[in-house]
């Protein structure tokens, strides 16, 4: 398995929009969500317009397939996404497509994010994971403490 990774540019958008969808949290037992949900202004806020200024994220692909991204977008008060921290504080998210996952591509897309954070100058990024998540694991094992907790999910921080 040869793999590439690459910046995330706005010129990414289809497939982003793909793996932001793979990357909404499906309990076991439930059905998927609609392809729709992601249109819904409270998760629409993650993607649209990727390639703002202070967005920045990567893609893994294997020759032309896409297989993984982590992006990130920093949020106000506002217009908090679940993970929100503060203003300076960049919110992430990341996917692997199903047949991908467990194979360290999570491990090594979040190396590069927090690498490519620190570079422009955050001390911190964020994450919301639902609580039945198993990536909170990766999370956790990449330095991510939990900084908040609701019903369902935690809101987690890794400093820079």
Same mark, same amino acid.
């Given at each position: ?13 289809? *497939?982003?929009? #793909? ?5 909404? +949290? !499906? ?9 729709? $949900? =992601? ?34 977008? *920093?949020?106000? #008060? ?5 993970? +929100? !921290? ?9 996917? $692997? =497509? ?56 935690? $809101? ?5």
């Amino acid at each position: 398995m040869k793999l590439h990774f690459r910046n995330l540019i706005a010129d990414d958008y289809p *497939i982003l929009r #793909e793996m932001f969808y793979l990357s909404l +949290f !499906v309990r076991g037992g439930e059905d998927p969500y609609p392809k729709s $949900v =992601i249109d819904l202004p409270e998760l629409a806020k993650y993607i649209n317009g990727f390639g703002r200024e202070g967005d920045f994220g990567f893609l893994c692909h294997e020759n032309t397939k896409a297989i993984g991204a982590i992006w990130g977008r *920093i949020f106000d #008060e506002q217009n908090k996404g679940y993970g +929100f !921290v503060d203003e300076h504080t960049p919110e992430l998210g990341m996917a $692997v =497509i199903p047949e991908y996952r467990n194979r360290g591509i999570g491990q090594q897309l979040l190396a590069l994010f927090l690498q490519e954070a620190k570079q422009r100058g955050h001390r911190a990024v964020s994450l919301s994971v639902d609580k039945r998540n198993r990536a909170k694991n990766l999370y956790k094992r990449a330095g991510f403490e939990i900084v908040k907790e609701t019903e369902v999910d935690y $809101v987690m921080m890794r400093t820079l």
